[in-house]
């Protein structure tokens, strides 16, 4: 258990729709990380937040966004879904931006039809 | 951009060692970093080591850093059938984090 929890656990959208998914971080990790793991492939970076800004992004189109919240919960918003988008969707929180240590939540699976 | 490559598969014996390799392109990597992930399941974090280290010894793992080839690895001693799950191999300069694909690891009784 790694207290990082997200919801929820499963998501089926049609194309064109928009989706929100949560996560809730570690109490006292002002960091959250959302990464997007396509079937048979390994976690691919979207961005970082810290203290409720972004701080840092990857390969990812605007139409991709978050928000994070002090209470340690954050978002990550997609518009205009597309059917590559169907994944699963992990976030990962830390103790600072930088740290060596990110704890993973279950993810969540989006199927995009 | 930076890669990381692992082989995809790896099939051993119960009781036998596993060891998973993985190269990596980003010359300023500070950390490197092994993860589990099971069926269904979120990446487990297994260990990490910092980029001037050479070893890491936890238990029945063992990582093993060579810089200047930008290879990792990671030994599985007395693999058991609940290893059996996808590896990943990551590495970090920064912010984010880039993965290799995974090595699916099968544990044979």
């Known amino acids: 258990e790694t207290g990082v929890t997200q919801s929820p656990t499963h998501l089926i959208k049609t194309r064109g729709q928009q989706v929100t998914l949560r996560c809730s971080s570690q109490?006292?990790?002002?960091?959250v990380s959302w990464y997007q793991q396509a079937l048979g492939q390994g976690p691919q970076f979207i961005f970082q937040?810290?203290?409720?800004?972004?701080?840092g992004r990857g390969n990812f189109p605007p139409r991709f966004s978050g928000l994070q919240f002090p209470n340690y919960s954050s978002e990550l918003n997609v518009n205009a879904l597309e059917l590559d988008d169907s994944a699963l969707y992990l976030c990962?929180?830390?103790?600072?931006?930088?740290?060596?240590?990110?704890?993973f939540g279950p993810g969540t699976r989006l199927t995009v039809t | 951009g930076e890669d990381v490559e692992q082989s995809l598969f790896l099939s051993v014996r119960e009781g036998d060692s596993s060891v998973i390799n993985c190269t990596y392109t980003?010359?300023?990597?500070?950390?490197l970093y092994w993860y589990k992930q099971e069926p269904g399941a979120g990446l487990q974090l297994l260990t990490y080591?910092?980029?001037?280290?050479d070893m890491k010894q936890d238990q029945r793992l063992t990582v093993l850093l060579n810089k200047k080839d930008k290879h990792l690895s990671l030994r599985i001693a007395d693999t058991q059938t609940g290893d059996s799950a996808i590896y990943f191999c990551?590495?970090?300069?920064?912010?984010?984090?880039?993965f290799g694909a995974g090595t699916r690891l099968t544990v044979k009784p």
């Open positions: 080591i910092f980029s001037n280290m």
């Open positions: 109490s006292g990790h002002n960091t």
């Open positions: 990962a929180s830390s103790l600072t931006s930088g740290s060596d240590e990110q704890y």
């Open positions: 937040y810290y203290r409720e800004e972004e701080n």
């Open positions: 990551a590495e970090s300069s920064g912010n984010d984090m880039r």
């Open positions: 980003d010359s300023s990597s500070t950390y």
